[in-house]
């Protein structure tokens, strides 16, 4: 059996040891899941394996051993390792067909030879693509056809080991589950060793056969699966345990009696009969419309929060940017507080985003690369506001210690963050101006089980305050921030309800079945 090994990782920044001492090894035919908070090394330690390393860190000492001989981190051609990246629409050029990008991987191995397209395609079959995606571009896919697409490049250069950087964070819980069986029938079928980083210990309790927690750069516990999760024994372990038991409590089973819900309350947000097309063109001028929102009407009311709950490409994030202006909506209506949505003037805009703010799905693409955290978070502050300079620097301070991030990060670029930690500087941003409005587009997503619930009540604390649009794929979050929840089903509203209520639709229970908790 093929083996792959880490021995004794070190990387710094100059000023802090990121990873220290990390080691692991890896045989074909298992799962081996990295665990950890947001921040703790895990995807620093998995891509130093691919000599994936941004230009400002450096590693001071580590081996990456195939059956035991070192392998030259500069000959990638040779090296039996795929990457599954963990934003698959940031990782493919937009510009490109998924068949052009599997052509390039199949090059860079030297394997394009005559039946490349007859390969491509099958591998694509292997993953459930049909034979259409090789034409299509990245743009073209939803969430989970990409992410599928992303597997299919990773196996076509028949790997004997790959690296899955949290390959389902911004799945529906459909899509969630079939990726994770898909992920484990080939690990199977093809014996290939996977090393899969999560924060989501749903996760590796549905694939992983051992795991490995790191906390602050370390790999503190490690053993088989089941053994951790009925018997950790360090700090780190018990935290990410004790989260997830804390999130299960809200399964279905814990569904009761209808939450009251103020109908009296004033409105927040009102909807009425929105619908919205996306029009496409042909190259000889024909068009093609797809209708993504269907006659949707709903209200939030003030100080409430309303669940969005639906799968991939049903519309949710449509809806979101038709609220926040950024749309047209092609029918229907929005209305803030009684007014109609306008955002035909910059004064119009400005008093929109004084009152609505939005923190986005994607935490990479929503700040500028060369803005520090600090120039990030006093950004409303500056266009939205009449603040002091002093002003604006205890505020942000504020915002920081309010998604529990140190000052320390203030000077920092955020691109040079974690995931988690980006998402978090992005609520800071949202929250800075004091809005009434808070819209959360896959917000708590990027973040591990323990920073989820953290940032969760810190947010139910300010429902006195905000009233809250929560956009999620996850059930049992949305049963615990939201008084009521609307189920989308391509484009229309396939039910709503109260926050302890079961869902009495085919989808509804669908989603219910295949949540990880």
């Keep these: ?51 994936f390393l941004p230009a400002t860190l450096k590693k001071t000492s580590g081996e990456i051993l195939y059956n035991g001989t070192k392998l030259n981190s500069r000959d990638m051609r040779l090296r039996p390792i795929s990457i599954i990246m963990q934003n698959p629409k940031t990782a493919f050029n937009p510009i490109l067909t998924i068949g052009t990008h599997a052509l390039h991987s199949l090059r860079a191995v030297g394997r394009a030879d005559r039946n490349f397209k007859e390969l491509i395609v099958s591998t694509l079959a292997d993953v459930g693509l049909g034979e259409l995606v090789y034409d299509m571009y990245p743009f073209q896919m939803s969430g989970g056809m990409l992410q599928r697409a992303m597997i299919a490049l990773a196996l076509l250069v028949s790997p004997k080991f790959i690296i899955a950087d949290e390959p389902t964070t911004d799945l529906d819980l459909l899509t969630q589950d079939k990726i994770l069986e898909l992920l484990k029938r080939l690990v199977k079928e093809r014996n290939i060793g996977m090393l899969l980083v999560t924060h989501d210990f749903g996760v590796v309790a549905k694939v992983a056969d051992r795991l490995a927690v790191m906390s602050e750069g370390r ?19 018990r935290e990410l345990v004790g989260a997830f038991e804390y999130l299960m409590k809200f399964t279905p089973a814990s569904a009761g009696a209808k939450a009251n819900v103020n109908l009296d309350a004033p409105t927040a947000i009102e909807i009425s009969g929105l619908s919205h097309s996306y029009a496409s063109y042909t190259l000889f001028g024909g068009k093609k419309e797809s209708e993504i929102l269907k006659n949707v009407s709903f209200n939030l009311r003030k100080n409430r929060a309303l669940g969005l709950l639906g799968r991939s490409g049903c519309g949710k994030s449509t809806l979101a940017n038709i609220i926040m202006g950024l749309m047209r909506p092609s029918f229907g209506e929005v209305k803030i507080f009684g007014e109609k949505l306008r955002v035909d003037t910059l004064a119009s805009r400005r008093e929109l985003y004084k009152n609505v703010q939005i923190v986005f799905q994607d935490p990479l693409s929503s700040v500028n690369p060369a803005s520090s955290v600090f120039d990030v978070i006093k950004e409303p502050l500056m266009y939205l506001g009449e603040f002091s300079a002093q002003e604006i620097k205890t505020r942000v301070l504020e915002m920081l210690s309010f998604v529990q991030l140190e000052p320390r990060f203030l000077q920092r670029k955020a691109t040079s963050l974690s995931g988690g930690q980006i998402q978090r500087v992005c609520l800071a941003r949202a929250l800075a101006i004091k809005p009434k409005i808070l819209i959360l587009d896959e917000t708590l997503s990027n973040l591990d089980l323990t920073l989820r619930i953290q940032i969760l009540q810190l947010l139910l604390a300010l429902k006195n305050e905000l009233s809250f649009l929560f956009i999620t794929h996850d059930v049992a979050l949305a049963r615990i921030f939201c008084d009521e929840i609307i189920l989308l ?29």
């Design 489 to 517: 089903d391509e484009g229309r509203i396939a039910e709503k309800i109260s926050a302890d209520e079961k869902f009495s639709t085919e989808l509804g229970k669908e989603l219910e079945s295949a949540a990880l908790f």
């Design 1 to 51: 059996m093929n083996t792959l090994e880490l021995k004794n990782l070190n990387i710094t920044n100059g000023e802090h040891e990121l990873v220290k001492g990390v080691s692991f090894k890896l045989g074909q035919g298992e799962i081996l899941a990295l665990v950890g908070k947001s921040g703790s090394g895990k995807t620093l330690s998995a891509m130093s394996v691919l000599g």
């Design 219 to 237: 790999i503190v516990e490690s053993g088989d699966t089941r053994e951790i999760f009925e018997h950790p024994t360090h700090p780190a372990s």
